[in-house]
Nanobody, 124 residues
Framework: QVQLVESGGGLVQAGDSLRLSCEASGRSVSSGAMGWFRQAPGKEREFVAGISRTSSNTYYADSVKGRFTTSRDNAKNTVYLQMNSLKPEDTAVYYC?????????????????WGQGTQVTVSS
């Protein structure tokens, strides 16, 4: 049974940083691409960042490019999302997701495994 567990969310002020972690069990994080999504109240779930199976490629939504960085630690079977210069519009529940394919895709329907989400709230 595959489980993805996110942690690291919280309440911060605009301009602060947070690092989200996504620890996998029952599956290696290096067995496929991993993605980060977020969903704000009343909005659809949106792609935030992704890392390919070999970590050779990372992708970011325009709204977070230059502020967020995703990485993978295969030894810890964990994927990270480093979020800097946070803005109130970054407030959302953040989810990590894994897919069996090697490439990052932005469509949530193409991911096979999902975590339960972690809340990030950025105050102005």
């Amino acid at each position: 049974q595959v489980q993805l567990v996110e942690s690291g969310g919280g309440l911060v002020q605009a301009g602060d940083s947070l690092r989200l972690s996504c620890e996998a069990s029952g599956r290696s994080v290096s067995s496929g691409a991993m993605g980060w999504f977020r969903q704000a109240p009343g909005k659809e779930r949106e792609f935030v960042a992704g890392i390919s199976r070999t970590s050779s490629n990372t992708y970011y939504a325009d709204s977070v490019k230059g502020r967020f960085t995703t990485s993978r630690d295969n030894a810890k079977n964990t994927v990270y999302l480093q979020m800097n210069s946070l803005k109130p519009e970054d407030t959302a529940v953040y989810y990590c997701a894994g897919r069996n394919g090697w490439a990052v895709v932005a469509a949530a329907r193409n991911y096979d495994y999902w975590g339960q989400g972690t809340q990030v709230t950025v105050s102005s």
